[in-house]
């Protein structure tokens, strides 16, 4: 049901592990719903030079949080501030339906870190262009926990 | 079977057909192919072989074999049974009693007539999986038509006290059915003895083909018709047989249940290696289910920190086929509903893995499974944020 890209990424995930010295930390999710990311950024002269990721979830959860560390890292924080769920979709080859929240995850965990990042500069945190409140996921699956 | 490139532990989900059921079925596709309706002598051969069949299920549940009634699986059989009763009886009451950790095709078939008007309680269990029939005595009502219980749980494994359950039904005078679909050949039953009114059952859980099954109803059980048509099955059931399939399912509970308690012996043995090896070798591990009182190879085990799925892509990479009640897997984003009614905490149900070991597996499986399975949680872990380092803060609390 995976897409060759989306086992490469399970099987062989890229940037896991924590980050002592990050600039951001973003977690979302819940272990109640089956699913934590926590993603570290490091950041240097508004880019990010490193992302890590430490993830409790499925195959698609665990590839989403590989291939949204893979995407932001050496881009800017507003480029990295715009790779949507879809973009990590896409960049994985498709996901299943059912697990389209997954990428929905990574990017709130993206956007958390950036986020935390801005708070820590005494900057405004930015704003969701398009939150994606917690019951218009893709094929209407939230976990309401 | 050829040369053996899996290490099969999912025998709750399906079984392989055995050689000799699949070299009885043949001849019945091909030589022996008339329909049992009509007159001619090799439609004779085709009623022969039914009727042949339906005297060894009879045989293996204790029936008489015009108490069978062939159907296309487990869940046909389960919505006959309620359906049939419930629409039968609607005149004397419309409650029906089931537990929360009945097979969808008991729950959702409840759940349709509910909207039929049917009233269901759904009885709670205890932490092991157990009904209790004190319970269930309670919840009966003058309203009470039909009580359906499990004979063995399909996830955890547990074995309901199926006779305490039917007496307490008998007494009210209330129509027992259980879904014994996990049951064949691992338990023996006497559907008499054990005071059972309706039973449900299914060939490919017990070494048999797909796509067939039977119910037994005991004679002077009001039930209406659930498949409407041709006169099949003394009127009770319509469709042309499923010649092959029904001799497949006869050859197969004979030798199914020809020998329980030596097939029983040995698969123990190996499930009970295999058990306290995933115990002993991994840390936060809970077995889910009775210790005692489950199938012979039912092994269900919840590990903290991490997921189901991922650990089932894992061992799959390893040739190792096997099931979770996380939620990743069912198709929505709730884990299992029998994990969750056991008072299992919702992110330790996530974690779940089920083996169910069976005929096929040998001692070089369990050292295989216990080889790979501590490095693939391991792996996992290493990789949850809620596995820190003191593993408590984030972690889960077990009940």
Same mark, same amino acid.
């Given at each position: ?17 924590e ?43 665990? =590839?989403?949080?590989?291939? =949204? ?40 965990g ?36 | ?26 001849p ?21 072989? +039914? ?12 029936? @008489? ?17 309620? #359906? ?12 029906? $009693? ?17 909207? @039929? ?7 709670p269990?205890?932490?092991?999986? *157990?009904?209790?029939?004190? @319970?269930? @005595?309670?919840?009966i009502? /003058? ?13 955890i ?9 039917? !007496?307490?039904?008998?007494?009210? #005078? ?9 049951a +064949?050949?691992? +338990? ?7 005071? +059972?009114? !309706?039973?449900s *059952?299914?060939?490919?859980?017990f070494?048999?083909?797909k ?47 020809? /020998? ?21 070798? $991994? ?5 889910n ?16 920190? $991490? ?10 990479d390893?040739? $190792? ?8 897997? &069912? ?8 994990l969750?009614?056991?008072? *299992?905490?919702?992110?330790? &149900? ?38 820190? #380092? ?5 972690g889960?609390?077990?009940?």
């Amino acid at each position: 049901m995976y897409s060759d890209k989306v086992m490469d990424h399970f099987k062989n995930p890229r940037n896991v592990g924590e980050m002592e010295d990050a600039d951001g930390v973003g977690e979302v999710g819940n272990p109640v719903c089956g699913d934590i990311m926590k993603i570290f950024l490091k950041i240097q002269d508004n880019t990010i030079t490193d992302a890590k990721f430490k993830t409790f979830g499925c195959g698609a959860a665990i =590839a989403s949080s590989s291939m =949204a560390t893979e995407l932001v890292r050496g881009k800017t924080l507003e480029e990295a501030w715009d790779v949507s769920n879809k973009a990590v979709a896409e960049a994985l080859e498709g996901l299943p339906p059912i697990k389209m929240h997954c990428s929905v995850l990574a990017e709130e965990g993206i956007h958390k870190a950036i986020n935390d990042y801005r708070r820590k500069q005494g900057l405004p945190e930015w704003e969701e262009k398009n939150p994606h409140s917690h019951d218009e996921h893709d094929e209407g699956l939230t976990c309401q926990h | 079977m050829g040369e053996k490139q899996f290490i099969y532990m999912d025998h709750s989900a399906t079984t392989p057909a055995r050689a000799e059921v699949v070299d009885a079925m043949v001849p019945y596709y091909t030589r022996y192919f008339g329909n049992p309706s009509s007159i001619y002598s090799i439609a004779r051969d085709s009623k022969k072989a +039914i009727d042949a069949a339906r005297a060894q299920v009879a045989k293996a549940i204790g029936a @008489e074999p015009d108490e069978i009634y062939f159907t296309s699986g487990g869940s046909e059989s389960d919505n006959w049974a309620i #359906k049939g009763v419930a629409f039968a009886n609607r005149k004397k009451g419309n409650h029906i $009693i089931t537990s929360k950790i009945e097979h969808h095709a008991v729950l959702h078939t409840c759940e349709y007539l509910e909207k @039929e008007g049917f009233v269901v309680t759904y009885l709670p269990v205890d932490k092991y999986g *157990l009904v209790d029939p004190a @319970e269930l @005595e309670k919840a009966i009502t /003058d309203r009470t038509i039909l009580v359906s219980i499990m004979y063995a749980n399909n996830e955890i494994g547990t074995i309901e006290p199926i006779r305490e359950l039917a !007496l307490v039904a008998g007494k009210h #005078k209330v129509y027992f059915h259980t879904d014994a679909v996990q049951a +064949i050949g691992n +338990i023996p039953i006497d559907v008499k003895a054990e005071a +059972i009114d !309706l039973l449900s *059952l299914s060939a490919h859980k017990f070494y048999g083909p797909k796509g067939v099954g039977a119910l037994y109803i005991r004679k002077g059980t009001k039930i209406d018709n659930l498949i409407h048509g041709g006169g099949q099955e003394r009127r009770r059931r319509a469709g042309t047989e499923n010649i092959a399939g029904i001799v497949g399912l006869g050859k197969a509970i004979g030798m199914a249940t020809a /020998d329980i308690e030596g097939h029983n012996r040995k698969i123990r043995a190996l499930r009970d290696r295999l058990r306290d090896g995933i115990l002993k070798k $991994i840390p936060h591990a809970y077995l889910n289910g009775h210790p005692e009182k489950r199938l012979p190879g039912n092994i269900n085990i919840s590990f903290e920190f $991490i997921e189901g799925e991922s650990m089932l892509l894992w061992l799959d990479d390893e040739g $190792i086929c096997a099931s979770t009640g996380s939620a990743c897997t &069912s198709g929505s984003l709730e884990p299992s509903h029998v994990l969750l009614a056991t008072g *299992l905490a919702v992110e330790i &149900s996530h974690g779940s893995l089920r083996l169910t070991l069976g005929d096929s597996n040998t001692d070089a499986d369990v050292d295989a499974v216990l080889e790979a399975l501590p490095k693939i949680v391991l792996r996992l872990r290493e990789m949850s944020p809620l596995y820190t #380092k003191d593993r408590k803060n984030g972690g889960c609390n077990v009940q």
